[in-house]
């Protein structure tokens, strides 16, 4: 087992001195690069914090969607190809909100600021 | 030095300009740069663009139509009353500049956040559905005849296209796939007529002043297909920037789009339309992944192209959201 501190608040620590005490120096092409290196920092972060939770849910799903078991990515080139050749669509038990959870746990890490995840966010599942 | 080669240049075709001056490199890939610079001129400077492909990148990548065919579209566009920046001169041998062409610069503001925010565009917003639906229509019923060699697209071979490049990613995206299957089972198949598709009709390609819609840019796109795809691809989410009830680039809704389209006297098919906005959305989301892979293959290396390998979800919440709709 590894010390702490842990990756996610190193990630953080890094994040939070750009934002508050360098950005503020810089400005034009630099200031933009900047604030790029922020938001890759910050979704390193939110990963590093939410992926745990949300792959274990997803393989559990898949598991009981496709009925077999293997890693991530294996599971998810199952479903692809069944959806590829038509065995799986969306009148499959399931499948929609599978789709619709996995994706709404991707923006959560990837883009959380973009309205339509917003949107759906307020709606629920 | 560029400014050297345009002057040169600009003294053998604009009568009385006696150089150019102010050169900024605009943007530039390895094979295609755009410049700005003035023309100097006793009776007052003319800003000038020049799009150029420099000496030894002649051939063009395999979509894009080519940056003669391109000054063709520009010119024939300025002169259907499409707003369009004048063309002033296409490179020849003798410019030494290599292949493109020069157009008169059109102030205004292309960046999307900006148009879409700014106080000073609050007066065009409103209007500008219904100006893009007008400006497709003449867009697509320039005349066959005039037209540059272009390629030709039927919706079959652009999914196709699309399944391929998803399957060069090698990564699998179930929702990209529900996609694909849905394209392939609503295909509507070849259009009533064949006509000039712009192609990248949207934000980024249009400079918009206080006053609408000054010029349609970047015909690099353009082909020979259904006219549908060009207002499909301006309703795909990506070109909201934030403003989702707004299908029309932010803008206003659909039905104004189309308003204006039909003003203009042609017909819209609203099932064509949507198919179209799911392909789009697709594409952007597969172009998000080719961006990434050249980050991680190629010779961009920068933050940007790694980024945005991670927006491919948001087309895939936004596919979702058309095929797959949650109850409200």
């Known amino acids: 087992m590894q010390d702490e501190p842990t990756p996610t608040e190193l990630t953080k620590a890094v994040a939070d001195f750009l934002r508050d005490d360098i950005a503020p120096t810089l400005s034009g092409h630099n200031a933009f690069k900047l604030r790029v290196a922020i938001n890759m920092l910050d979704l390193v972060t939110r990963q590093l914090t939410l992926e745990q939770g949300s792959d274990a849910a997803e393989a559990l799903r898949l598991h009981r969607l496709l009925g077999m078991g293997g890693s991530l990515m294996e599971l998810n080139r199952a479903l692809a190809d069944k959806i590829a050749g038509g065995e799986m669509d969306l009148q499959t038990p399931g499948l929609a909100e599978h789709l619709w959870q996995t994706t709404m746990d991707k923006l959560a890490v990837d883009q959380p600021g973009y309205a339509a995840y917003k949107r759906e966010l307020g709606r629920g599942a | ?328």
Not at chain 2, 98 to 125: P, Q, Y
Not at chain 2, 171 to 196: I, N, S, Y
Request: aromatic share 8%; with cysteine.
């Open chain 2, 1 to 328: 030095m560029i400014e050297d080669g345009l002057s040169r240049s600009v003294r053998a075709w604009y009568p009385g300009a006696t150089g150019v001056t102010a050169a900024t490199k605009l943007s530039g890939g390895a094979s295609q740069e755009t410049w700005s610079f003035e023309i100097v001129h006793p009776s007052g400077n003319l800003g000038a663009i020049l799009r150029r492909a420099p000496k030894g990148y002649g051939a063009a990548p395999t979509r894009a139509a080519g940056l003669a065919a391109e000054a063709r579209l520009m010119q024939l566009a300025y002169e259907a009353g499409v707003p369009s920046p004048r063309v002033l001169h296409v490179l020849e041998p003798e410019d030494d500049l290599g292949t493109g062409f020069i157009m008169a610069r059109v102030e205004g503001e292309t960046i999307a956040r900006k148009i879409l925010r700014d106080a000073e565009f609050a007066s065009a917003r409103p209007k500008l559905a219904r100006q893009l639906g007008q400006i497709a229509a003449t867009i697509h019923g320039l005349p066959r005849a005039k037209l540059p060699e272009l390629r030709r697209l039927t919706a079959t071979a652009e999914i196709g296209q699309l399944a391929r490049e998803y399957q060069s990613l090698n990564w699998p995206k179930p929702v990209f796939e529900l996609a694909l299957r849905w394209l392939t089972d609503h295909d509507p198949g070849p259009p009533q007529q064949e006509m000039l598709v712009h192609g990248d009709f949207r934000h980024g390609n249009l400079i918009i002043g206080s006053d609408g819609v000054r010029a349609v840019l970047d015909w690099e796109l353009a082909h020979l297909g259904d006219p549908m795809e060009d207002l499909g691809w301006i309703c795909v989410n990506s070109w909201r920037f934030g403003e989702i009830d707004k299908p029309v680039g932010g803008f206003g809704p659909r039905e104004e789009l189309f308003a204006g389209y039909e003003e203009a006297g042609r017909k819209v098919d609203a099932d064509r339309v949507k198919f179209y906005e799911v392909m789009g959305t697709l594409r952007w989301g597969v172009m998000c992944g080719g961006m990434m892979q050249r980050f991680r293959l190629g010779p961009d290396h920068s933050m940007e192209r790694a980024m945005i390998g991670r927006r491919a979800s948001e087309t895939e919440i936004d596919l979702l959201r058309l095929l797959a709709p949650r109850g409200t």
